[in-house]
């Protein structure tokens, strides 16, 4: 079965300073990949995806992501992190044919520090 | 706002007694996904609709069950209520099969007594 795994639960970071939240995927054929961000008392809205095209995918507010099939990775980042960006983000990942159904991670709760 | 609307937003009640929440997908998308969202489990799949018919079906207990009216609304009945049923659970909907872009509802937070 395709998972994620997201590395650290809790991430802070200082306004300004590079964000950095990881994520690896346990797949054997080559996965849809996903990041999501959660604000307080939201639903979940999607980041950027992944889907073959380009292993540097850039999505919205200035997040990008990179794909590594050699490490198994999809990790988010951000050179700049707003206050604004504190919020609980979650890699996911989908089967070709599973429609939109994904398959979250633990979630890692971001926390910027002014 | 995602588009999808989900009521209550909040709902208490007791143990053994049946709710149902309530979903309106984005208009034009005709998939909807419910997950739950505890502290203890994270992000869990439940049922996923397609245009009316039942898709895939992950961790949904026998006691929970849905479905998705012509209409293209969905409605999550939960049974039998027990304390650890007490979670956020959301509607999710989809503007195509495979996209995997998923618009979230803000949820709809469950607390059993």
């Known amino acids: 079965a395709q998972s994620v795994t997201q590395l650290g639960s809790h991430v802070s970071v200082s306004e300004g300073a590079l964000v950095l939240l990881r994520c690896n995927y346990s797949?054997?054929?080559?996965?849809?990949l996903f990041w999501y961000v959660q604000y307080p008392n939201q639903g979940l809205q999607l980041l950027l995806k992944?889907?073959?095209?380009?292993?540097l995918v850039k999505g919205i507010n200035g997040f990008e992501a990179e794909f590594k099939k050699s490490e198994t990775s999809f990790h988010l980042t951000k050179p700049s992190a707003h206050m604004r960006d504190a919020a609980e983000y979650f890699c996911?990942?989908?089967?070709?044919?599973?429609?939109?159904?994904?398959?979250f991670g633990e979630g890692t709760q971001l926390t910027v520090n002014p | 706002d995602s588009g999808v609307t989900q009521t209550p937003k909040h709902l208490i009640t007791a143990t053994g007694q049946r709710v149902t929440l309530r979903c309106s997908p984005r208009?034009?998308?005709?998939?909807v996904y419910w997950y739950q969202q505890s502290l203890d489990q994270g992000l869990q799949f439940l049922i996923q609709?397609?245009?009316?018919?039942e898709r895939a079906k992950g961790n949904i207990l026998e006691r929970f069950s849905a479905q998705q009216f012509p209409d293209l609304h969905s409605e999550l009945n939960l049974s039998s209520l027990e304390l650890g049923d007490s979670a956020l659970y959301f509607c999710?909907?989809?503007?195509?099969w495979g996209t995997g872009e998923l618009f979230f509802g803000e949820g709809s937070r469950l607390t059993v007594l």
């Open positions: 208009s034009g998308d005709l998939s």
């Open positions: 797949s054997s054929v080559p996965p849809y």
């Open positions: 609709y397609y245009n009316g018919e």
């Open positions: 992944y889907t073959s095209a380009a292993t």
């Open positions: 999710a909907s989809s503007p195509g």
């Open positions: 996911a990942v989908k089967r070709e044919t599973s429609g939109s159904r994904l398959t």
